[in-house]
């Protein structure tokens, strides 16, 4: 397979990467990403170099450059993680996140449809080459909020509730019209929260380690009781990876970690593992919107394509605040932007973009 792997800078994405790098090697990699605020390239500095891995610094929006990489690299299978993805950034500018978490994955499709059809002209053919794959990865958070019981199911009607959430059930809605109108090969995917490696510090857990580390105040939103479902990133990978082979095509899948946890409870698990006081937790106003409680079934995943999670949340969260401890210099790299030389240094004085 010539996976093309969008927003493979970021969190998820490198983890994706490095992920197939270990287990299944034998598949090239074609990481596009735009590199904005949150896309660190120093996060796979260390395969950056394989031959079966090759970085362009695009927009997924650019549609010649996006037909450039497809004709280039004969690319069969997309797993699309580009996405601006930040709650808090979407309230504050939703127009960025309905541009690249719409536009951008109709652009994608659009490029694969062309390129994948085998009579690409023809609006009625739905015939495609054998063995092509869109996966988009998207987000329990389309789902809207749960009250104290139940879970969302794939068959859980839309309710998005935030700017950024309202923009990636638009992109899923999307997806799910290619493959009704043009028989697209597809796939989706809706996570629960993910922690873990690399992820930048502007998310709950980094946040609460970086600053616990720090000596610095814990802002808690409201009350702290909004309760999500954590995913190790880890397990994320390694669910896209079976959907991307075994999903029956036009299926969503719900990845869920069956980790529920209060916000609350993870900040204090944080203080006591790291030996500090719950004296620096903070509460501030909730933001606008807040959804109180997501929970994942993921029961059709689980029975259907024999995947399940391996990582507990006291494993993971435990693993995750060891990985920030052993890696400061990553993680001021991050925070203080000197990542971004990294992009400059290694690729701009090399290739002459």
């Known amino acids: 397979m010539n996976i093309l792997v969008t927003g493979g800078a970021g969190f998820i994405g490198s983890n994706f990467i490095r992920w197939m790098k270990q287990h ?16 660190n390239l120093e996060s796979l500095c260390d395969i ?5 891995y090759v970085f362009i610094r695009a927009d997924i929006r650019d549609r010649a450059k ?4 497809f004709q280039l690299y004969d690319i069969t299978h997309v797993v699309n993680f580009a996405a601006e993805s930040h709650v808090d950034r979407s309230i504050e500018d939703p127009e960025v996140f309905l541009n690249t978490n719409i536009l951008g994955t109709q652009a994608l499709l659009d490029t694969a449809k062309k390129y994948w059809k085998t009579a690409p002209e023809d609006k009625y053919s739905r015939d ?4 092509v794959k869109f996966l988009q990865v998207s987000t ?3 789902y809207g909020a749960l009250g104290k019981e139940g879970k969302f199911t794939e068959t859980t009607p839309l309710s998005p509730n935030s700017p950024y959430s309202a923009a990636k059930a638009s992109a899923d809605l999307v997806c799910r019209a290619y493959y009704e109108t043009f028989g697209m090969p597809l ?3 809706r996570c629960s929260n993910n922690y873990g490696p690399y992820q930048f510090p502007e998310k709950l857990i980094p946040l609460m380690i970086h600053n616990c580390m720090e000596g610095k105040p814990l802002p808690v939103y409201g009350d702290g009781m909004q309760i999500r479902d954590w995913l190790h990133v880890t397990d994320h990978c390694s669910a896209i990876y079976t959907v991307l082979l075994q999903g029956q095509l036009g299926e969503v899948y719900n990845i ?20 500090r006081g719950e004296e620096l937790i903070t509460y501030v106003k909730d933001r606008p919107g807040h959804d109180r409680r997501y929970a994942i079934d993921n029961t059709k995943i ?37 990542y971004e030389d990294y992009y400059e240094r290694m690729y701009t004085q090399s290739f002459g973009e």
């Open 140 to 142: 329990d958070e389309v």
């Open 187 to 189: 796939n989706i995917t």
């Open 256 to 275: 869920g970690g069956n980790n529920e946890r209060a916000n609350i409870d993870i900040v204090k698990l944080i203080l006591r593992t790291l030996g």
């Open 48 to 52: 950056e170099q394989d031959e079966g």
């Open 302 to 338: 689980t029975t259907t394509l024999d995947w399940t999670p391996s990582y507990t949340f006291e494993q993971g969260i435990f693993e995750t605040i060891a990985w920030y401890q052993e890696n400061p210099i990553w993680l001021e790299h991050v925070l203080s932007g000197a």
């Open 24 to 39: 299944a090697p034998e598949h090239k990699l074609i990481n596009v990403d735009l590199l904005t605020y949150a896309g």
């Open 66 to 69: 996006m037909n450039e990489i």
């Open 128 to 131: 495609y080459r054998a063995g």
